[in-house]
């Protein structure tokens, strides 16, 4: 089994399903290459073909996403994909084959999971399943959050996701603009954690979005998913050389066209009634100018409060 393989499947079981996915197959890779003699491209690419090139030939490197354990050994490894691999590690590995080796067959598993998500129909069948498996939680976070795939939120998805993060992990998940979750499924998932801090998950929601609307809205949904007190204080500080998570600064330093006023004064006034604060002190590096736009904003605030 590939990673490809796995994907491929994955793909064609939630196509025929009523859910909206988006999972990637990359089909412009070059499969496979024997130095000398040439190169296997996505065409002439099929199983049995991959199969017999590499074992008619002792020095035959395969792509990582095709790279299948059935037929091939750490020999088959790209050495660009190993040199990847090691170039992520802080500590010396002796057997660099064989740690590639163990790395693309964990990267398989990985996917594997994805795919019994979905497979596995019974929910006892699927909480058995995930008991049994031996990767640690932090490989599987890791896997979930630097692929950009968005799956469908069924019962056994939420399984997974309960499993692999905890309270301070999940916002880094569930707030990311290339496979968000909508405002629904958020609520299905935190309802199963504790916020305790807002400043955290809404840092999440400022670093991984782009997009200002998309900010907004999760900024509103967290307002509104959220129980305790914003600030303890009437003026906040917030260090630029720290970047310690604040709220109140993102919102405070939100880009605003006119077409997103109703909805960001909304968040404001959500974020005031949690005792928010509006005094927002910048230290470092241009806090005059930050300050002064910072002075600006909260008197355009303060004016639609009082005029509405």
């Known amino acids: 089994m590939s990673i490809y393989l796995m994907k491929k499947r994955l793909i064609q079981l939630l196509e025929k399903s009523k859910y909206d996915f988006h999972v990637e197959l990359e089909e412009n890779r070059l499969v496979a290459e024997v130095p000398g003699k040439g ?19 002792k020095k035959c490197y395969v792509d990582l996403e095709f790279w299948n354990y059935s037929y091939c050994s750490s020999k088959n490894i790209n050495p660009v994909h190993t040199q990847d691999f ?30 019994n998500v979905y497979t596995i129909k019974s929910e006892i069948e699927f909480l058995k399943y995930l008991e ?22 069924t019962e056994n998805y939420l ?26 499924e958020c609520q299905a998932i935190l309802k199963n954690y504790s916020v305790k801090n807002i400043h955290l998950a809404s840092y999440y929601v400022n670093s991984n979005f782009t997009d200002i609307e ?75 100018e930050m300050n002064e736009m910072i002075s600006n904003r909260r008197d355009q605030i303060m004016e639609y409060f009082d005029k509405y």
């Open 159 to 184: 399984h997974l996701i309960l499993k692999t993060f905890d309270e301070e992990t999940i916002y880094d998940f569930i707030f990311r603009e290339c496979c968000y979750f909508t405002i629904e």
């Open 214 to 288: 998309l900010k907004l809205k999760y900024f509103c949904f967290l307002l509104e998913y959220y129980d305790g007190i914003i600030d303890y204080n009437d003026v906040v500080i917030y260090d630029k050389s720290v970047e310690e998570p604040l709220l109140g600064y993102y919102l405070l330093t939100l880009p605003l066209t006119k077409d997103l006023e109703p909805r960001y004064y909304y968040t404001m006034r959500k974020y005031v009634n949690l005792s928010g604060s509006l005094c927002v002190k910048i230290i470092g590096e241009g806090e005059k």
């Open 39 to 57: 190169i296997m491209t996505f065409e002439d690419y099929t199983e049995d073909n991959l199969n017999t090139l590499v074992k008619n030939n």
């Open 132 to 153: 049994n498996i031996k990767l640690s939680k932090k490989i599987i976070r890791n896997f979930m959050l630097k692929n950009e795939y968005q799956l469908p939120l």
């Open 86 to 115: 090691l170039e992520n590690l802080s500590f010396i590995i002796q057997e660099k084959d064989s740690f590639s080796e163990g790395t693309v067959v964990i990267l398989i598993l990985l996917h594997e999971i994805l795919l």
